[in-house]
């Protein structure tokens, strides 16, 4: 479904993302990992097309993105969700308005009351009905992420990308979004794909892990074969912590 063909991208001098490829199925429930600043999050950009690749090509299901133009490009993202790191809730909106944000301020408007239902679904989905009314800074900071994923999650996409979905909060906090992320995942049958420095979301969330060293993937491996892997960076960056 997402076939990533030897992309590259730089910024200036810097090449960031090195001929890549990837491919993830259908259904999938990918994590990426790697050092800060190797381009973890500039992938997401170039997936949803909020970034450009300088060469190579990004398909979704059989849509290329490299010349999609903006309204192509905008009904491409209705079916991909994207989790912000740190939620990146609107402040001045309460709960219902931030989860039903995309279905409003598009050309092809559902009515209110359809908008509403859909809400509800996804707060009782993610455990927050009740919340309705309540503004971002009511909540507490596991609370705000479950927000944030109803809202990546409103316009039922099959693709959702998670950026770093569960850094700085507390383990049990950290073990409920995760429970969220994987339990959400199958019930929509989702393909996914969770960036994380946090290993207990790393060998939860995913299926398959792919860490990014030198601007592109190393072979995958497994929540159970990555604590014994063999691929020389990858030990060098758990080290003592695997
Ligand atoms: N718009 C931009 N202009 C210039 N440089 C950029 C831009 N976006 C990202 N970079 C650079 O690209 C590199 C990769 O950034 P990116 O945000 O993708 O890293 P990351 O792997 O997500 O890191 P982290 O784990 O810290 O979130 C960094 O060196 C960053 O400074
Ligand atoms: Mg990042």
Redo the contacts with the bound molecule.
């Keep these: 479904m997402i076939n990533i063909r030897q992309i590259s991208k730089r910024?200036?001098q810097?090449k960031?993302i090195n001929d890549l490829s990837l491919q993830i199925e259908d259904g999938e429930r990918a994590c990426i990992i790697?050092?800060?600043?190797?381009?973890?999050?500039?992938?997401l950009k170039l997936l949803t097309g909020l970034?450009k690749v300088d060469s190579g090509d990004i398909l979704i299901g059989d849509q290329s993105l490299t010349n999609l133009d903006e309204e192509g490009l905008y009904k491409l993202r209705k079916n991909i969700g994207f989790a912000f790191?740190s939620s990146a809730l609107f402040d001045s909106l309460n709960v219902e308005k931030n989860v039903g944000f995309s279905l409003c301020e598009t050309p092809d408007r559902a009515s209110d009351s359809l908008i509403l239902d859909r809400v509800q679904e996804m707060l009782d989905l993610v455990g927050m009905s009740g919340f309705e009314k309540a503004m971002p800074s009511d909540l507490s900071g596991g609370q705000q992420r479950r927000i944030g994923l109803a809202r990546a999650l409103a316009n039922r996409p099959k693709i959702v990308l998670y950026d770093?979905p569960t850094t700085g909060l507390d383990p049990q906090l950290c073990s409920n979004i995760e429970d969220l992320i994987t339990n959400l995942s199958k019930k929509l049958n989702l393909t996914s794909i969770v960036?994380s420095?946090q290993i207990s979301t790393m060998l939860r969330t995913s299926e398959k892990i792919y860490f990014?060293h030198e601007g592109r993937f190393l072979k995958p491996e497994s929540p159970e074969s990555i604590r014994n892997s063999t691929q020389a960076p990858l030990h060098a960056f758990f080290k003592g912590v695997l």
């Design positions: 910024f200036g810097k960031i790697g050092p800060s600043g190797c381009g973890k999050s500039t992938l970034s790191q770093e960036i420095h990014m």
